[in-house]
Structures are given as C-alpha cells and as structure tokens.
C-alpha cells in the first residue's frame, strides 16, 4: 500500500529518508513474499527448536531488505533475524524481520508480515510493519504519529481489565511454551478473552490499530519489537516490561493506557517474565 503523506510529516530530513526507504524496502519484501511463494515451500534451517523454522522465503526476503538498504544507506548498520549484522558508521542501525510469522506462512495463513525499523543512538525513530495478505502497511515516525496506508491510528479506549481482548504468543522450546500456556490459563477468566495470532508485528500493529486492548509475550527479540512497540507507542499505548523497566526479551507488553497497569501487574504476579 503505498503512502506518501508521512513521509511529507517528518519534518527532519533523515528521519524522512528513513522512513521513505523503510516503506520502499518494506513493500519490495512484502510483494516477494506475497507473490513469490513456491506452492512447494518448505523449511530450509531450524533455530531454537525443530518447530522454530526458516524457509528460503525468509531468506530471500532478507536478502532483498538488506541489498536494498546497502545500495541507498550504505554507511548504517544492519542487525537482522536471519543473520545479517554490520556495525555501520552512521549512527543509523536497522532492526530488520523480514517474514514475522513464518510458521504461518509455511502453513499458508495470512497473518504475516515484514518488520523494519530504523535507530539512532538506541531509539526507535521510524517504524514499518507491512502486513501483504491484509492490503495495510502500518508506520510510524517517533514524535509523528502512527498510520495505516492515510489513516492515522489510534489505540482502542481503555474497558475494564475483565471487558479486555490480549493477545500473546508462545515460545517455540516446549518446557518454556507450556510454562506461557499455565500464564495464559490464569489469565483468561480474568479478560474477555486471549487471542494468538502468531505475528508480533501484527499484534503491536493491532493493538495501535484498536483492534486488541493489549498483547504480551516473553521471549521477544529486538527485531520482532522495533517497528510495532513504536507504532504502538505513537498511537497512545502504552508499552513497557516489567513494572518500571522496557520491553525486553524478559518480557513486552503493549496496551490502551487504562488497560496496561493492571494488565502488566497481573503478568508480574503470575510469572510471565521467567520461565
């Protein structure tokens, strides 16, 4: 989906450029994996455990994200999921996840997406998620708001904790997942209802969009968070860790403002940050 009037808002020059070759890269990648995709995919490597997959569409797309990049922004730094790392001189490092939701992708669901962010002295300043199979590329620029294609996002008003819709993701290591899913179990009779997407991205970008009252998960990496925590952020929710500290790893939650306390609390409380 193509959007030029963000890139007319970011009023600093860089923060522009940025934001105009992360939609362009974005939207390559995307377009790739949309239309690209063998009928025979398969999985090419595993990770963390033999359910934890990279198929050659992963890596196809990353190669593409990074070329694209070296060719207009040489001088930046890279730290992408399939393995691309550079330090770069420029200051700039790019966050890349170039299929958020591979599993779903292998099984030919639609919930997927391309993550890209751009930071500079370690703060998120331009964020991309590009969703293909939804037609909507969600963006945001750090002080300028969060859009989907011309629309500007906003997160849904905050219900009771008890009239709230999360959503969460499981860890691919079996130990860890069924630890999540005894959380999950607490959880559920206090909210409306727990929902899995399987797509981080897609889930920050949801509740920016009003679409969920909030999300967790343990076991984030930097580049399944970059983009969507600052969509998120810069459509009014709330996104943070643990009580008083970041999202990490540990543990990210992302949520309407009246919803994210007692929803990071009750998270604290049952353990959701170890496993």
């Not at 959007?3 to 990648?29: G, K, N, S, Y």
């Not at 630890?179 to 920050?204: F, K, M, N, W």
Request: proline share 7%; aromatic share 6%.
């Amino acid at each position: 989906m193509s959007d030029q009037r963000p890139i007319e808002a970011a009023e600093d020059p860089l923060t522009a450029e940025l934001l105009a070759v992360a939609l362009a890269a974005a939207q390559r990648a995307g377009a790739l994996l949309r239309d690209g995709r063998p009928a025979d995919l398969g999985v090419a490597a595993t990770k963390s455990s033999p359910i934890d997959v990279v198929t050659e569409m992963d890596l196809a797309a990353e190669k593409l994200i990074t070329g694209y990049l070296a060719e207009h922004r040489p001088d930046d730094g890279l730290l992408g999921e399939e393995g691309a790392a550079t330090e770069g001189t420029s200051g700039v490092r790019w966050v890349i996840d170039p299929l958020d939701g591979t599993v779903n992708y292998l099984y030919g669901l639609p919930t997927w997406a391309v993550s890209i962010a751009a930071e500079r002295d370690g703060e998120t300043l331009v964020g991309v998620v590009e969703a293909p199979m939804r037609g909507e590329t969600y963006h945001a620029v750090r002080g300028g708001g969060a859009y989907a294609g011309g629309r500007r996002l906003a997160c849904r008003p905050s219900p009771p904790l008890d009239q709230a819709l999360v959503s969460t993701g499981f860890n691919y290591v079996a130990e860890v997942r069924a630890h999540q899913a005894e959380v999950a179990g607490r959880l559920i009779p206090l909210l409306r209802d727990i929902r899995r997407s399987g797509s981080a991205a897609i889930d920050l970008a949801d509740v920016a969009a009003g679409r969920l009252d909030g999300y967790y998960e343990r076991g984030l990496h930097p580049w399944d968070l970059a983009a969507g925590d600052l969509i998120a952020r810069e459509a009014g929710a709330l996104t943070g860790g643990r009580p008083g500290e970041p999202p990490s790893g540990a543990l990210a939650v992302a949520a309407s403002p009246g919803v994210f306390a007692p929803l990071q609390r009750l998270l604290d409380e049952h353990g959701a940050w170890h496993d």
